[in-house]
């Protein structure tokens, strides 16, 4: 799964085996937010 850590703003892999925790392997941190793509807006004509 692709998650980023909220301070230092790396990309870090979350592997569930040996499950101890979520953190950031680099700074510590424990708030991350999942990596997701942007979303195109689509634009529909009102009838």
């Given at each position: ?45 009102a009838v």
């Amino acid at each position: 799964m692709g998650y980023y850590c909220l301070r230092c703003k790396r990309p870090v892999e979350i592997h569930n085996a040996g499950y101890q925790g979520v953190r950031c392997p680099y700074c510590g941190y424990r708030a991350l937010k999942k990596d997701r793509p942007t979303v195109v807006v689509k634009k529909v004509k009102a009838v």
